[in-house]
């Protein structure tokens, strides 16, 4: 991390876990042991749980998201939910382009660009998703895979849109497998990322860039991943879904 450029952020993906009565007790728990946190601290919860999340984080320092958004402001969108539904609610943020989203929901770089430039014209923080798959990493061709992603899905955007947006690199082949990126690949891609901002806005947009791993980085790798001079916080999965775990991750970036 490099406070002294960016903002640090870690962001829980809930992914599809937790009824409300649940989202209530675990934000109750997770509130005090973060309440001095010197980063950002986000949970990214179930369309379900928003409003349950939004109400037990009022007063705390814990901003709430949801994990995608369509396109379209309204229409014949049968399950979606738009980006203007979620400001309406008074959400904050919004994860687009998770590797989950395009593995088994058929996202593209495409749809991926035209679900962030609704969220930005909603007012949404983006919480922007890039990675390659095992056979891409093994194949060599890593960063062709990620800058092309990071160069489509910021197509239309501005220099000062980027302040409301946060990368997260999360190699497909550490999501939910329980294996990590070392801390000296994280930061490599995370590097090669941020040169990618470089060349399509300017340095300073780069160095202002939070970019987060979001690979398996749970209370034990966190503090070696987070010493990364390229690696800006976390977007967390497994591990949000404890309170202690994710207050540890949030203790580490706090440093």
Request: glycine share 10%.
């Amino acid at each position: 991390m490099n406070k002294k450029l960016r903002k640090a952020v870690i962001a829980g993906n809930w992914k599809m876990n937790k009824t409300r009565p649940e989202a209530k007790a675990l934000i109750g728990e997770l509130a005090p042991l973060v309440k001095d946190a010197d980063c950002g601290v986000v949970i990214c919860v179930p369309y379900t749980n928003l409003e349950t999340a939004l109400e037990a984080t009022k007063g705390t320092n814990i901003g709430v998201g949801a994990e995608n958004c369509h396109w379209a402001e309204s229409g014949a969108f049968t399950g979606e939910i738009s980006a203007r539904m979620l400001a309406e609610m008074g959400v904050q943020y919004v994860v687009i382009g998770h590797s989950e989203r395009r593995q088994y929901f058929g996202e593209t770089d495409v749809t991926v660009q035209k679900r962030v430039r609704a969220a930005l014209d909603a007012g949404l923080t983006v919480i922007l998703c890039v990675g390659e798959l095992l056979e891409q990493r093994e194949a060599g061709i890593t960063e062709e895979i990620v800058g092309m992603q990071t160069k489509v899905a910021l197509g239309g955007v501005t220099k000062e849109e980027l302040a409301k947006i946060i990368l997260a690199y999360e190699p497909v082949w550490a999501i939910g497998t329980g294996k990590t990126a070392t801390a000296a690949q994280a930061n490599e891609v995370n590097h090669y990322i941020r040169t990618v901002v470089a060349g399509l806005y300017d340095q300073a947009a780069a160095d202002a860039m939070t970019i987060q791993y979001g690979g398996s980085m749970n209370a034990k790798n966190a503090e070696e991943l987070l010493d990364q001079e390229d690696v800006d916080g976390g977007l967390i999965g497994g591990a949000s879904l404890k309170a202690p775990d994710f207050a540890a991750i949030v203790k580490a970036a706090s440093r």
